[in-house]
């Protein structure tokens, strides 16, 4: 049933995706909302989204094809409807299921703290997914960015990015400081800003599912749990135990720890799970890549792990996302706005692109998925590529955003 939009008219064509007993229904015509976002969002949406309708064409002779239903956020909604983050924006995701976006604003000062992050919250899109992954070519600071195959799970809703804060000096905060000193025996300094790092089993535990369940249908053969538990015991150290509590009691037949194997258990066959300290694997990612597969984390940790391991195979411009929930999904440009760009028809679109190819793999689209993969490596093989990658290849022809889309679409 269509939702009643106080301003949005959804397209007279197409048919919502539904789920039916747990599992995604989707129509040969899908009606999916799209935010194109604020900055070089436009130019990195209108590039993309002829890709996306190209792979789709080509794919099923014309049979799929999806209705895309713009919806607002950021500056355009703020410009067209005096809000940030329009009410009918969210009733569009929530009727539609599966979403995308291009990067939005963070408004400075009061009203939304983050869009994307109230995007998450309200929407109950608890896992961040990232797949980071090297494509031939594209330059990159490290030696051998091809051991770079990594998906990162992380924790989207709660740790510090919860949003409770209280600034200096306020009411608010004095009362935290007062009750911890006078409840709690414990002194703080009374110039502080105080922050609240929420972690619940609850939350971690649907993470760590999602993450296990990812590695057995995808045939991968690790997933590390990150954590800073030997400082934070009772948040992040209680994420570890949780994660592997959730691995032992749902998945037992299926995974072994690396603590079993150590003791002489046979991984034949098996999922391992491991932890590893944060600061530990921000070491170990560059110097044993290749050890590493599917990894499961806070949320803080997890946004410092995604955009490290990014950087080292061709930075944010090649990284894809999608904020997924057990109803919904939201994939997403995982950079920046870079508002001095906009306009001007040179941004790399490609995060923006493999963020459809997730789209277009979750709906079990793989074909089209897998034509714009090609594709792209194709033509970065090439050296047909936007400028941020040219002036580091030698003997790279520069192509606008416009242009790379074009080029991809060729090479399909």
């Not at 934070?232 to 592997?244: L, P, V």
């Not at 090609?374 to 580091?392: C, F, G, M, N, P």
């Amino acid at each position: 049933m269509t939702p009643n939009f106080s301003s949005l008219k959804p397209p007279t064509r197409g048919t919502p995706i539904s789920r039916r007993g747990g599992q995604l229904v989707v129509p040969d015509n899908p009606i999916i909302p799209f935010i194109e976002g604020d900055g070089t969002g436009p130019d990195i949406w209108r590039a993309s989204v002829r890709v996306f309708d190209a792979a789709v064409a080509k794919a099923y002779g014309g049979k799929r094809r999806i209705e895309w239903f713009e919806v607002l956020a950021g500056e355009k909604a703020k410009n067209a409807t005096g809000e940030w983050l329009p009410n009918d924006t969210l009733e569009a995701v929530k009727a539609y299921k599966v979403a995308i976006k291009g990067p939005l604003t963070t408004p400075v000062g009061g009203g939304i703290r983050s869009l994307n992050v109230t995007l998450r919250q309200v929407l109950d899109l608890y896992a961040c997914i990232r797949p980071i992954r090297y494509f031939a070519g594209t330059p990159a600071p490290v030696t051998h960015p091809e051991r770079m195959n990594v998906v990162i799970f992380r924790e989207n809703t709660e740790d510090v990015y919860a949003g409770i804060e209280f600034a200096k000096g306020t009411p608010q905060a004095e009362r935290v400081i007062e009750f911890l000193a006078k409840e709690m025996g414990k002194r703080i300094a009374p110039d502080s800003g105080i922050g609240i790092k929420p972690m619940s089993e609850t939350g971690t535990k649907r993470l760590m599912r999602m993450a296990v369940r990812y590695a057995l249908a995808h045939h991968r053969k690790l997933v590390t749990i990150v954590h800073k538990g030997n400082i934070m015991k009772f948040t992040e150290g209680a994420f570890r135990d949780w994660s592997y509590e959730v691995a032992k009691a749902e998945f037992r037949d299926q995974i072994v720890t690396e603590e079993e194997v150590t003791a002489g258990a046979s991984r034949d066959g098996k999922l391992v799970i491991n932890d590893r300290i944060a600061d530990s694997v921000f070491q170990q990612i560059l110097t044993r890549t290749a050890e590493y597969d599917v990894f499961a984390t806070p949320n803080l940790n997890g946004d410092y792990l995604s955009d490290a391991c990014a950087a080292q195979v061709g930075g944010l411009g090649m990284a894809p996302g999608a904020n997924i929930g057990d109803d919904m999904a939201f994939f997403e440009a995982t950079h920046g706005t870079a508002p001095k760009y906009a306009g001007k028809d040179v941004i790399n679109p490609g995060s923006l692109i493999l963020s459809g190819v997730m789209m277009l793999n979750y709906l079990g689209w793989v074909e089209a998925g897998a034509l714009i993969d090609t594709a792209l490596e194709k033509t970065i093989a090439q050296k047909q590529v936007t400028y941020d990658l040219a002036r580091q290849m030698k003997g790279a022809k520069e192509l606008k955003t416009s242009e790379f889309a074009d080029a991809i679409i060729k090479n399909m």
